[in-house]
């Protein structure tokens, strides 16, 4: 792939990650999310940050599904 | 050696009809989620690999459930 | 029907198992596939159980990934980690979409880091992946789902209240705007 090509989709995603970042500030039960214990909220937080919920799942000590389950009660949507 | 006859669609409801008839329903009832759901797929199909899968053990270990839980292996 | 086979991830499965109309599934594919990895990922008792349910009736199967699916997969992890800016797609993300391209099965996935993969890595670029929104859209071509012409959004919105996943906001416009004109063609 050609370097301009690269860039011109590093910008796309760029793009759709910065949308998705404020829906995802904007939806999240921040109450609830400051409630938690410590490892279970960075990695809320990290997730409305990066929207990676691999990464998020693992800073928060669980498996994919229940991180997810913890999203909803988070009210934090996951926007793909 | 003859060749055994080989499996009829009536075989294979029997078979669910047995394994259906046997089973400790209680026993299953209280097991966790994917103990509980492992031993209905296997009760309903008689796969014991797919079950054990489900499950998330080797298939000794759930051949060692299934025994507890009163579901026949029927051959 | 309109494709044989898909294969889903744990990222699809998670979400797409909450949604009330979660059986249309199996009027699109004849079946869909489950890889082992995915399936152990798997762990509320409303997903288990709509999966175990839909692997006895066979809309589902297990997939058992063979060592070289898992070695190219692993390869894939490896190439998406070098490139800068992108979610890194993980291992049972990467299985399916290799899988995928190995079988020209449909992927079904939420997952980033596998669109990044799709979009930026040749091994995979010829890889088909759906969304849920992609099986939305479908499903109302099919007329598997019908539109309510008086409020056409209404399909995207019980998906997206059921589970707490929005659609990108250019999808959702233009998918809103492609079902404003299949109601204008059906009058």
Same mark, same amino acid.
């Given at each position: ?80 | ?75 | ?16 198992? #909450? ?7 199996? +009027?699109?594919?004849?079946? @869909? ?41 692993? &390869? ?18 990467? $299985?399916?979409?290799?899988?995928? &391209?190995? #079988? ?24 088909? @992946? ?7 859209? +479908?499903?109302?071509? +099919?007329?598997? $789902? ?9 399909? $995207? +919105? ?15 416009? #233009?998918?809103? #705007? ?10």
């Amino acid at each position: 792939m050609s370097a301009e090509k690269m860039s011109k989709k590093i910008q796309k995603w760029i793009e759709l990650e910065e949308e998705a970042k404020r829906i995802r500030r904007v939806m999240a039960d921040w109450n609830f999310i400051e409630k938690q214990p410590p490892r279970i909220k960075e990695a809320l937080k990290y997730y409305v940050e990066k929207g990676d919920i691999r990464r998020a799942s693992l800073l928060a000590g669980m498996n994919v599904e229940e991180f997810r389950e913890l999203l909803r009660k988070a009210k934090i949507p996951v926007i793909v | 050696m003859p060749a055994g006859n080989p499996l009829t669609k009536e075989d294979i409801e029997e078979a669910k009809k047995i394994r259906k008839a046997m089973a400790d329903w209680n026993f299953i009832e209280k097991q966790p989620p994917r103990i509980k759901e492992a031993l209905k797929y296997y009760i309903e199909t008689g796969d014991m690999y797919v079950a054990s899968r489900i499950a998330n053990l080797t298939i000794e270990e759930f051949n060692e459930i299934r025994i507890k839980a009163r579901i026949p292996n029927v051959a | 029907m309109l494709h044989e086979f898909a294969i889903a991830d744990t990222c699809f499965l998670i979400d797409w198992a #909450r949604y009330r109309r979660r059986d249309i599934l199996f +009027k699109l594919f004849k079946t @869909v596939f489950v890889p082992e990895a995915v399936l152990r990922e798997v762990v509320s008792e409303n997903t288990i159980s709509w999966i175990s349910r839909w692997l006895a009736k066979g809309g589902l199967a297990l997939y058992t990934e063979d060592p070289s699916e898992i070695e190219e997969a692993r &390869k894939l992890v490896e190439k998406s980690r070098r490139i800068p800016h992108i979610i890194p797609v993980d291992l049972p993300e990467a $299985l399916c979409l290799i899988i995928g &391209k190995r #079988r020209n099965y449909i992927v079904l996935t939420e997952n980033r880091g596998a669109l990044m993969a799709v979009d930026f890595l040749e091994e995979v670029n010829n890889v088909t @992946v759906w969304r849920s929104l992609e099986i939305l859209v +479908k499903a109302i071509e +099919k007329e598997i $789902l019908s539109i309510d012409c008086n409020d056409p959004e209404k399909i $995207l +919105k019980e998906y997206m209240n059921d589970t707490l996943h929005i659609f990108p906001r250019r999808d959702y416009n #233009r998918v809103v #705007r492609w079902m404003h004109e299949l109601c204008q063609r059906r009058k």
